[in-house]
């Protein structure tokens, strides 16, 4: 048998903590040191695992930027101070876990940028996380410390170097954290502390709120989040969930699922909804923009105001992909409830659906006796419906099928212009507001 020969590779010099080539000595027939200059990679084969120390903390301060620290599966970390990881640090760990001592001191979140929310600290700060990854799972508890963020950054630099930015994380789970993740509001021209990342599978179990991006964050991805409190996108946001299970609410449907500010842009691949909510989701803000693009309510939801989205503000767009409706123990009144300001409340909402034909299936309406000028479209598998607002209510006016047989052709609640394909004269005709005429108008 013959073995294939490593003719270089990069280690650890013990002695300095540098980074130290290797190249294959054919005399001796062994690996020796290039005396080389490359100390521009200073430490960046670094492989350390966490025992080695005294601590969690002291591990992350050892080991420095570019390193890898290996956590013992299913070993809980007490942590009795906030734990930075280094820059570009790559964590490898199975079902390790880091919990805040209730006697530890922790680190404040400071106010950076234009936010304004704080009181806060941090487990687990982001600061220097710039490029960092995590291969596996990873639990962090906030042992319910009054005020304890799971992770966040405790300051927000200029630097080129953002905090977390280009990050990947593969699964973490926040356990009784004040809040599970938290960013700082910024200005729109500084970014926010999670731009650019990627988190593949996230939960929350007993935390006050899931997680809060206050913004301006963009190009964020979460790939599959399981929540039961309440999650918080504000201001300048792009992100990107593709598949949110909500579980939350409580037994008085006082609480919201998803709360929306201004100017975010939300895209949810797949939405589950279960459990008792106010709205699961609300847009409270102006021009906020949601899609979802595939939404399946459960048996048993049940929402105080029976809808899946409000819409408070008076501009914002939204398009919903729905499955077929279940039965609910509380049944839905609609999809979408617009709350009516004024006349010049301008929204689009864009529903496509194979729910049956029924108002109480699609759009809502309250507040002001005013016409506004929202636009809303719904399809549905068999035709397309178009709805305005009319008072406080919404008044359809649809087309169940746009092709069919003569006797098939629908002379109630059609729009003006509608078209249909009659099958048994073979060509499109088109409705008047009285009858049914071809291209020549003639009546047929």
Not at 167 to 176: C, K
Not at 377 to 401: P, W
Not at 431 to 437: A, E, K, L
Request: glycine share 8%.
């Amino acid at each position: 048998m013959t073995l294939n020969r490593i003719d270089s590779r990069f280690v650890e010099d013990n002695s300095t903590g540098n980074t130290v080539k290797q190249d294959f000595d054919s005399v001796n027939a062994e690996l020796a040191q290039n005396t080389s200059d490359i100390t521009t990679v200073k430490k960046k084969a670094s492989w350390r695992s966490a025992e080695e120390f005294t601590s969690l903390n002291e591990a992350f301060n050892s080991i420095g930027d570019y390193s890898t620290l290996f956590l013992e599966p299913n070993k809980e970390y007490l942590v009795t101070s906030t734990v930075v990881p280094p820059k570009g640090v790559t964590i490898i760990c199975n079902n390790a876990k880091i919990k805040a001592d209730v006697n530890g001191t922790f680190t404040s979140i400071l106010e950076g940028g234009s936010n304004t929310d704080t009181g806060f600290k941090v487990l687990y700060d982001l600061r220097k996380a710039t490029q960092s990854r995590l291969v596996g799972k990873l639990t962090i508890n906030g042992n319910d410390v009054a005020n304890l963020v799971g992770m966040a950054s405790s300051v927000l630099t200029d630097d080129v170097d953002r905090p977390a930015f280009n990050s990947l994380y593969d699964h973490i789970q926040f356990n009784r954290c004040a809040r599970g993740i938290y960013t700082q509001k910024t200005t729109v021209a500084t970014a926010g502390a999670m731009t650019g990342s990627s988190i593949n599978h996230m939960e929350f179990f007993n935390c006050i709120e899931d997680f809060v991006i206050l913004g301006s964050n963009d190009d964020i991805v979460f790939s599959t989040v399981r929540s039961r409190g309440k999650i918080q996108i504000n201001n300048n946001t792009g992100l990107k969930i593709e598949s949110l299970w909500l579980y939350g609410g409580d037994a008085t449907n006082s609480t919201d699922g998803v709360v929306l500010g201004s100017n975010v842009n939300v895209v949810i691949d797949h939405l589950f909804v279960e459990g008792d909510f106010r709205y699961p989701i609300l847009m409270n803000g102006a021009d906020a923009k949601l899609t979802i693009n595939d939404l399946l309510v459960s048996p048993n939801f049940s929402a105080k105001a029976g809808e899946i989205v409000y819409i408070a503000q008076p501009t914002g767009q939204i398009i919903i992909h729905a499955n077929p409706a279940n039965t609910q123990s509380t049944p839905l009144q609609s999809l979408v409830h617009l709350y009516i300001g004024n006349a010049t409340d301008s929204r689009s909402v864009i529903i496509y659906s194979s729910y049956p034909n029924s108002e109480k299936a699609f759009v809502s309406a309250s507040g002001s006796t005013t016409k506004p000028k929202d636009h809303v479209i719904i399809y549905t598998t068999e035709g397309e419906l178009r709805a305005y607002i009319s008072s406080l209510g919404l008044r359809y006016h649809y087309i169940d099928v746009n092709f069919g047989y003569t006797g098939d052709r629908p002379t109630e609640n059609v729009v003006i212009g509608s078209q249909f394909f009659d099958r048994t004269i073979g060509k499109p005709i088109w409705w008047t507001g009285s009858d049914w005429v071809d291209s020549t108008g003639t009546t047929v």
